[in-house]
């Protein structure tokens, strides 16, 4: 498992660019639904929040499990939680949307991750998901399992899914 807390300074440059190019493609496909609340699920140095920001006009909370990756960003809103993306501290359908950009990939307990996500969004989800993961077809599985995919964009790097909540 990485250690992001080692990695907080260099995150940005070593993958600030990929990162920002994915989240602004995850707020792009938000815009039609014009979320008024979104979980960052693996927040990082809080790209996804600040990409976000220039489309949305939603409240972003950002969790991450890497208090020293939260404390890099710098900038900070107040909505920032160091938390497991495997319990999240918030009640059933907290969040319009619930997005997560190449990080499920690292959640120890991907069943539970998936579980949890699913059950504090109130119907839509945006993942990317690392294509060279070893684990790529079991959470594309668990996706699938728990999600109705609406549109999958490939960014070469990573597949970017917008999901809709199964009923």
Known sequence: MISYSS?????????????WEKSLIAAELLEDYKPRRILD????????????????????FSLEI???????AGR?????????????P?????????????????FS???????EINRVT????????LKKSSEY???IKLLNDSFSIIKDINTGIDEVFLCMKRS
């Not at 890497?66 to 890099?72: D, E, F, G, P, T």
């Not at 918030?90 to 690292?106: E, L, M, P, Q, W």
């Open 41 to 60: 699920v693996g927040a990082g140095t809080l790209i996804f929040s600040e990409a976000a920001g220039k489309i949305l006009s939603a409240d972003i």
């Open 122 to 129: 109130r119907g839509i989800a945006v993942l990317s998901i």
């Open 76 to 88: 900070r809103n107040g909505r920032e939680i160091v938390g497991r993306a495997e319990n999240l």
């Open 7 to 19: 990695l907080s300074r260099s995150y940005d440059r070593l993958h600030g660019r990929e990162q």
């Open 90 to 106: 918030f009640k059933d359908r907290s969040f319009d949307v619930v997005v997560s950009i190449s990080a499920f990939h690292n």
């Open 137 to 139: 077809d079991r959470i």
């Open 66 to 72: 890497s208090l020293s990756m939260l404390l890099h």
């Open 109 to 115: 307990d991907k069943e539970r991750a998936m579980a």
